[in-house]
């Protein structure tokens, strides 16, 4: 399984902005913070707007929020929402064009496995992206220069 970069970033915004807290966020803020693409970064902030994960507040002091408690986006759920295609190989989709299909068990398994994939995931929130240890969160705000960032599990947007 590959997770696309789309699913990277998504990831990577919310986690950003949940370190902030109630401290809004800005999409050239991520994008130099991580180095990557403000153009590709309005994209998936867009959809996670829309998604209902952030909150974006136009303006001059407009920025991004959680839209809901860290604890309340389920991993599992972000990639499943985030990643457009989860076939595997050629037996899951509609096209399938194999000859052995009809004998296969392949497609069996590497279902059976990608369930296996969205169970563990399941298992966790954003919350415990931030919170395993406290020394993990203090390294991801000193590595994405958030001196001063108050506590994640406040941030919650009505």
């Not at 699913?7 to 401290?23: C, F, M």
């Not at 909150?55 to 759920?77: E, F, S, T, V, Y």
């Not at 059976?112 to 954003?126: I, K, R």
């Amino acid at each position: 399984m590959h997770i696309t970069r789309y699913t990277d970033y998504s990831l990577r915004v919310l986690l950003y902005v949940a370190l902030k807290g109630e401290e809004r966020s800005t999409i050239s803020e991520i994008a130099e913070r991580y180095d990557i693409s403000r153009n590709h970064l309005m994209k998936v902030v867009q959809e996670l707007n829309h998604k209902g994960y952030l909150q974006a507040i136009r303006g001059k002091h407009g920025g991004l929020l959680l839209k809901r408690r860290a604890q309340d986006i389920n991993i599992g759920a972000l990639v499943r929402d985030t990643e457009q295609d989860l076939a595997l190989v050629e037996c899951f989709g509609d096209n399938n064009q194999c000859v052995i299909t009809p004998a296969c068990r392949i497609k069996t398994v590497l279902f059976e496995a990608l369930e296996a994939f969205f169970q563990v995931l399941d298992g966790y929130t954003l919350a415990d992206m931030l919170e395993p240890e406290p020394c993990m969160r203090n390294e991801l705000i000193k590595l994405l220069q958030l001196h001063g960032t108050p506590d994640p599990s406040k941030n919650v947007s009505s």
